[in-house]
């Protein structure tokens, strides 16, 4: 899991809830990603950061939401616009993101969070 | 369109035995195919990665093999263990990650 912390590591929700994944790292990483992570499935990009203050959307953005106003600190917010959330996040990070480094530099994962929609 | 398909989806051998995961791409352009091991519930660890011009890579008991001809990686796991048990993911580099269903191994004594 390297210096990347996310918490809680499970998670209820009530539907029309929006809830936030914490995740935290201290590799002094340039680069934050939030995954999705489905049974039977490959894990799936939700938003990714290269520099404070920035943030560029995935392939699967719709109904999540996340800020960077700290270098160590890259939350998500699942909204309830988010249609089927119940699913195991992954946050991860890289020295340099994908625009700088050509996706080469490997990706650190954090220990995830598991999400279920009641 | 850029595609990773890993093979077998899963599989269960006995502790000591040898095994061998698959994964051929698709994607282009190419930087590097990484393999992490994910213990269920847990994130993705590295255990190896290639870039274009190598063909061997090696972590203690895993070796991994690429050959950028055929577009086809191989994760080769020595004397396995129980804590061998895990999904292991292919992935590869290029444009953008692309990742792998991953490789449901299940290591019995």
Not at chain 1, 70 to 85: G, I, R
Not at chain 2, 25 to 41: A, C, E, H, I, M
Request: proline share 4%; glycine share 8%.
């Amino acid at each position: 899991d390297g210096g990347i912390t996310q918490s809680p590591k499970y998670l209820f929700r009530k539907e029309g809830q929006n809830v936030t994944l914490s995740c935290e790292q201290n590799l002094n990483h340039d680069a934050m990603y939030w995954y999705r992570q489905d049974p039977g499935q490959g894990l799936r990009l939700i938003y990714y950061s290269q520099i404070v203050n920035d943030f560029q959307k995935g392939d699967i953005a719709e109904g999540y939401s996340v800020s960077r106003e700290k270098k160590e600190s890259f939350p998500l917010t699942v909204t309830s616009a988010q249609k089927n959330p119940t699913a195991f996040y992954l946050c991860a990070s890289s020295v340099r993101g994908p625009r700088t480094s050509g996706n080469t530099d490997t990706q650190y994962f954090g220990p995830g969070t598991r999400l279920t929609v009641l | 369109k850029n595609q990773v398909e890993q093979s077998p989806q899963s599989l269960i051998i006995l502790e000591g035995k040898n095994c061998t995961l698959q994964c051929n791409y698709t994607v282009s352009p190419f930087s590097n195919l990484r393999w992490y091991k994910q213990d269920t519930g847990r994130g993705p660890v590295s255990l190896t990665i290639m870039t274009f011009s190598e063909n061997t890579k090696s972590n203690g008991r895993y070796t991994a093999t690429l050959d950028a001809d055929t577009k086809q990686s191989s994760l080769h796991i020595t004397a396995s263990q129980l804590s061998d048990s895990a999904s292991y993911i292919c992935v590869v580099s290029g444009d953008a990650l692309n990742f792998g269903k991953g490789t449901s191994l299940l290591v019995t004594p």
